[in-house]
């Protein structure tokens, strides 16, 4: 099974057909569904994110002195905190690490660095061959998904995907919204750490090999708010958004992970459910843009329970 | 009736504030599971843990919340400051400049929450004796300036954790007690729920801006 998905992955590594359109492909989407093959998955990786053309300039950028002294102390503080455990050895060091983020900030002063954004390049150095590339792919991936918005100062794009999904779990999950809404619990408390992390933060290490071979194929952030749909929807079949709201939130903030839904076998299970959530997201943004959009909901919580 | 199913009298909010690194997360984890962790994560936006502690035969639950450190941030966290009882703003006694941001944090807090808020000043990190960069009397100094309570802790050894948060649990308990709430407080605890946290949406006010160009 992992041969052959491997044998196809390399046929397709191996055209010529132009990136954008061969990843449109159903057939391709359906084998990154299915998760990509370990051994391949760096050359899958390469592939998606690599940029048309090399930036270049990388060893003066990873080596100048950031200006601010803040970001340039965050950077060496998350650096170490970033990695995942046993990984303090090559190319997944804090240095490497530290350097891509530094190169990053010298390239995009204005981003800079913001808490978060190491685990997304650790995320993406973990299936680089060099540092240098990893750089690279980093760079493509912030502005292709467009992660350089959602962590300008003021997080402006990451406000609007809460929006968004805030309405898509109104129209998708009425009575979970309700409920949610009756605690006082709301999706900022829990959806900045998926949406700032691509989900890094608090899902195991194989459910995000999953989310991310999607999302990378997709070319898109929309399996984040499949997934994060899907999580709602087995927490009102388990039950969790009937107990207390320090329960709740703990649940949202990672105790989903413990259900059995999300692990060994039942992860394809989980992962196929929330690539069948279809939603568009030109509609999702009219909807929240539109006049009567997001102040349905807003309202809906100012009628949240007092304390 | 008492809320003896529930285990506690009282329910307190709480928020730790305090620069990225300074040891907000490891000091709540050990004051509520004793634990201690050197590669603890970078804490994303906020999180919460509970405790409960004994104070003149009341208990006391705790709801602390962790933010994250990092200035950016504060967009974010600065929303969960309203309804907090109390909080916690912390430094790292071996790196001056997050002693320096203390004021910041301390403008920060009193914009952004309720006016009857205890504050209390923690210098952590005191088992790092040689590298001791802010001393304790400078501490002592500011936090009595601006009328904050104060106390140098250290996460790792453990020393003074649990003294800190019970010190500004019973301050806020003998506060409330002065001020009892309307009502009556076996029927309704002084339960501050977390109900009222709204994220306001900067992205409003950058959505003019232009979008970098990287």
């Known amino acids: 099974m992992e041969e052959q998905k491997t044998k196809e992955w390399k046929l397709l590594l191996g055209s010529s057909v132009d990136r954008n359109k061969r990843r449109a492909l159903r057939s391709v989407r359906k084998l990154a569904e299915s998760g990509i093959p370990d051994k391949i998955r760096p050359e899958v990786y390469g592939w998606l994110l690599e940029p048309e053309r090399r930036l270049g300039h990388y060893e003066e950028l990873a080596s100048t002195k950031i200006d601010s002294e803040e970001i340039a102390y965050t950077i060496s503080a998350d650096a170490v905190r970033a990695l995942p455990e046993n990984a303090h050895s090559g190319l997944q060091s804090s240095d490497t690490l530290r350097r891509i983020l530094t190169a990053y900030a010298n390239h995009c002063p204005e981003c800079g660095y913001t808490q978060g954004m190491s685990n997304l390049a650790s995320r993406i150095l973990k299936y680089s061959l060099s540092e240098e590339i990893a750089y690279e792919r980093f760079s493509e991936f912030m502005k292709i998904f467009n992660f350089a918005e959602v962590f300008r100062p003021g997080f402006p794009l990451l406000f609007r995907w809460i929006r968004m999904f805030e309405e898509l779990v109104a129209t998708r999950l009425p009575v979970v919204h309700r409920k949610l809404i009756h605690h006082g619990v709301t999706s900022a408390m829990y959806v900045d750490k998926w949406f700032l992390t691509g989900m890094t933060y608090n899902f195991s290490e194989r459910a995000c090999e999953r989310i991310w071979d999607i999302m990378l194929v997709d070319g898109n952030e929309k399996i984040l708010f499949r997934v994060g749909l899907t999580v709602l929807a087995l927490g009102e079949v388990k039950g969790v958004f009937d107990r207390e709201f320090e329960d709740v939130v703990h649940w949202l903030q990672g105790g989903y992970n413990n259900e059995e839904e999300l692990q060994g076998k039942n992860l394809d299970t989980f992962i196929k459910k929330a690539t069948k959530v279809v939603y568009s997201r030109p509609s999702l943004a009219r909807s929240i843009d539109s006049p009567g959009g997001v102040r349905r909901i807003q309202s809906a919580m100012c009628l949240a329970p007092q304390a | ?214």
């Open chain 2, 1 to 214: 009736m008492a809320r003896i199913d529930d285990g506690y009298d009282y329910l307190y909010k709480i928020v730790l504030v305090g620069d990225s690194g300074v040891g907000k997360s490891n000091l709540l984890t050990r004051f509520t599971k004793n634990e201690f962790n050197y590669d603890s994560r970078t804490t994303i936006g906020v999180e919460f843990a509970t405790s409960i502690i004994k104070v003149e035969e009341k208990a006391i639950k705790a709801q602390i919340w962790d933010t994250a450190g990092q200035e950016r941030y504060r967009a974010i966290t600065k929303a969960y400051y309203r309804g907090a009882f109390g909080a916690l703003i912390l430094y790292d006694i071996s790196k001056k400049a997050t002693f320096e941001s203390v004021e910041r944090w301390l403008k920060e807090l009193k914009e952004n929450s309720d006016n009857d808020m205890v504050i209390m000043l923690v210098g952590n990190k005191s088992d790092l004796t040689n590298q001791r960069q802010v001393r304790t009397d400078e501490g002592k100094a500011f936090a009595s300036a601006h009328g904050l309570n104060f106390i140098e802790t250290s996460a790792l050894d453990a020393s003074n954790v649990n003294e800190a948060f019970t010190e500004i649990l019973t301050e806020i308990y003998n506060q409330k007690r002065a001020k009892p709430v309307v009502g009556d407080k076996e029927q309704a605890p002084d339960v501050e729920k977390v109900q009222n946290i709204r994220i306001t949406d900067p992205a409003k006010e950058h959505s003019k801006k232009k979008s970098c160009s990287c």
